[in-house]
């Protein structure tokens, strides 16, 4: 389900760009500039509507600059003006199973910016290797269905890495990184929870990249449901 405030989002964001003129070269320090994504995370009423938009934005919208500058600017605004986040854009951009990846992407955002101090370490919850295992199986899975591009976007949308690891959560290195392999790999899960079953994908495979984030939060494992239960 797409909600009204991620429909709006690209507009709201256009809004604000010009409501708020970006400066001459020269006129900020560089580690000043937004981009794009600064401006969806600030214009969201949750994090992960964000991270979402971003990724669906970036697959064919966006100018090739991350940094909003001055000569960027027009094709950044036609890109947010004439973009509408529909059922189509998402199912293009994250797969057959964009509805759980754009719940989990929401949902983990949320919990991780409300209580990030609170959620347990999540590095010993499964043998690295039955991991990394599982994670090479369901991206041989996504590889042979023609969705590896989806299915990296859909792990983008839950942890957006340049704001996740540049902007965020710099007091914990080893929890964020605990916390992101966590947040990705069940985005990786849900991204191809459809194809268990076919291309060596077993549900052993599906569950071991799903146990690190239950175990993680009993928040996030709530939101959950539809796909285990698959």
Partial sequence: MITDELRLLPARAAH????????????YAPETRLSVLD????CAPVRGDAFVAFQL???????DSYLLRLDVLDGALSALDSFTVTEDECEQ???PNWDDVVRHAVDAAALVDERFGA???TSSAVDGRRRLGAWICARDAASEA????SWYRAQDAAWERHYM??????????MRADLATAVRDAA????????????????AHYETLLEPWRLCSPEGASGLPRALHR
């Fill in 16 to 27: 604000f760009i010009r409501q708020h003129p970006v400066p001459a070269r020269g006129a």
């Fill in 39 to 42: 401006i969806l995370v600030h």
């Fill in 57 to 63: 934005l970036s697959r064919s919208a966006l100018p």
């Fill in 93 to 95: 951009a994250f797969g």
């Fill in 119 to 121: 959620l347990t370490r």
């Fill in 146 to 149: 023609g969705r590896i591009r």
């Fill in 165 to 174: 690891d540049g902007v965020t959560l710099r007091e914990d290195e080893r």
């Fill in 188 to 203: 990786a899960a849900h991204a191809v929870s459809d194809l268990v079953g076919t291309h060596d994908f077993t549900r």
